[in-house]
């Protein structure tokens, strides 16, 4: 895990999409075109040069644009039909376009249809679209204020991701949806209004905004903002939070059962965080992504997942006692907690994923449940070699296993050093084990000496008693040789 692929995951699909685009050959059969003289015949596909045309229907459909080519405008006709739509990926990468002025003949932009066009200062959208699709504006890094139109209702999954120096958001009374990572990474963006009628809003969807200052929701019957954090209604879920706009302690409030991923992603600021609710059972992949100021946080017992890169890049964070139903560590939770020194597992843990502890550097030693049943590559002992373009073994780090399990396994086959625990108790019970036996055969002799001596002693005095009473019979007293003389006779 060289780096968090998912940050530049919109820019990579528009660079993809441009070598795609890069790649379309010319279409020779249309290489002499008559120039537009009134309204011609509708062709299946041709081109001008700059621009390549579908037929669709209503009219054309830009399908691609030569990347190099200087593009004042992006043309609303063509030989006198009506272009309706701009095509996947048609302007992706073009980066000599400076106004995406889209013509109000368009009904639909395709996915990605502007991307990466990293020139674009201006944008305008016709009212005659609905949908903002899927990473249509994305890594339109010159764009500074993006307005979008009455009648739109969808604005799609990172359609305006990598904006970053986008300042002012104007979204419109009709939008209901608000897609995952629609606006990620827009580190310029200070303020953000939810209109009344946004209903769904996805994961990311403000994700690394480092300077956002407020969120607000005002009329919103589906989302309530507190202290500039992003909540359902309920209070059930915790959306995101205002970068610029928290306190340096947090206390995550009774009701929450859910943080989504990237809540407090880049809250550098913030420094402890207490999870009072025990209801919460997820904390969603990168929710506290490089909060490097955050040293403490406390986890409740009823927490079960938490999700990949959840702390990652939490250079402050000391120790962490997970809680008891915690079942799965996802991959690189905590990737790259410098500081972390001290970690406590709960019997009752499952799974450790793929560099959940790498480039931990001062975690010298882990004791793992015997309950753990996977350790996922480079999980545990792990760091950056000294260039950092792969992993090597962290010198002097240890694990506490048990016989027989994963973590054994685990320890084995990357050669770590390690201590079988339930091993040694076993030696100790068998020590104690014989130490009573020795002690209760020392018991029984000295019990049975004591009884041979005192079946000894009644002998002794039997035998004494005999004698004595056969003395006795035999005694020559002068009492016994009176009785026995017998009488004379005087005369």
């Not at 990237?262 to 609710?277: I, M, N, P, Q």
């Not at 969603?284 to 890049?313: D, M, Q, R, Y």
């Not at 020194?341 to 010298?364: H, P």
């Amino acid at each position: 895990m060289t780096k968090m692929a998912k940050l530049n995951k919109f820019i990579s699909a528009a660079a993809a999409a441009l070598i795609a685009v890069m790649q379309i050959p010319a279409f020779a059969a249309f290489a002499d075109v008559e120039e537009d003289v009134g309204r011609e015949s509708l062709e299946d596909t041709l081109t001008d040069g700059t621009f390549t045309f579908e037929h669709v229907e209503g009219g054309y459909k830009i399908i691609a644009c030569d990347g190099s080519a200087i593009i004042s405008e992006i043309p609303a006709m063509r030989n006198g039909y009506a272009i309706v739509e701009i095509g996947e990926s048609a302007f992706a990468g073009c980066a000599f376009i400076e106004g995406l002025e889209i013509p109000d003949t368009v009904r639909a932009i395709g996915e990605y249809a502007f991307a990466g066009c990293s020139a674009a200062k201006t944008l305008v959208i016709p009212d005659t679209v609905t949908e903002i699709p899927t990473g249509a504006f994305s890594g339109c890094s010159s764009l500074t204020e993006i307005i979008i139109p009455e009648g739109v209702e969808t604005v799609g999954t990172g359609a305006f991701a990598s904006c970053s120096s986008v300042t002012n958001v104007e979204l419109p009374e009709s939008l209901t949806t608000i897609g995952p990572s629609a606006f990620e990474a827009c580190g310029a963006l200070t303020e953000f209004n939810i209109p009344a009628n946004v209903a769904e809003i996805g994961e990311f969807a403000l994700t690394n905004c480092y300077s956002l200052e407020t969120i607000t929701a005002d009329g919103n019957s589906s989302f309530v903002v507190e202290d500039n954090v992003l909540y359902n209604t309920s209070k059930t879920t915790l959306h995101r939070a205002a970068v610029a706009g928290i306190d340096k302690e947090f206390y995550v409030p009774e009701t929450v059962t859910t943080i989504m991923g990237g809540a407090f992603s880049y809250c550098t600021e913030l420094e402890k965080v207490f999870v009072t609710s025990e209801k919460l059972t997820e904390i969603g992949t990168e929710a506290f992504f490089f909060c490097t100021g955050l040293s403490h946080i406390e986890l409740p017992n009823s927490l079960v997942t938490i999700k990949s890169s959840a702390f990652a890049h939490c250079t402050a964070l000391t120790d962490i006692e997970l809680p008891v139903n915690l079942k799965t560590i996802g991959e690189g939770a905590f990737f790259d907690a410098a500081s972390l020194e001290k970690v406590i597992m709960q019997e009752g843990l499952e799974t450790i994923e793929a560099g959940a502890f790498a480039v931990c550097d001062s975690l010298k030693n882990v004791v793992v449940p015997k309950s753990v049943e996977t350790v996922g590559e480079y999980a545990l002992g792990y760091t950056f070699n000294a260039d950092g373009s792969d992993y090597e073994k962290l010198s002097g780090f240890t694990m506490s296993v048990n016989s027989g399990s994963a973590a054994q396994d685990y320890a084995e086959d990357n050669d770590i050093e390690h201590t079988v625990v339930d091993k040694s108790l076993k030696d100790f019970a068998f020590i104690i084990i014989c130490v009573g036996v020795l002690a209760a055969a020392a018991v029984f002799a000295v019990v049975l000496m004591r009884r041979g001596k005192k079946g000894a002693s009644a002998e002794v005095r039997a035998a004494e008693k005999a004698e004595a009473e056969a003395l006795e019979e035999n005694d020559p007293s002068y009492e016994g040789i009176v009785e026995a003389e017998p009488e004379t006779d005087d005369k």
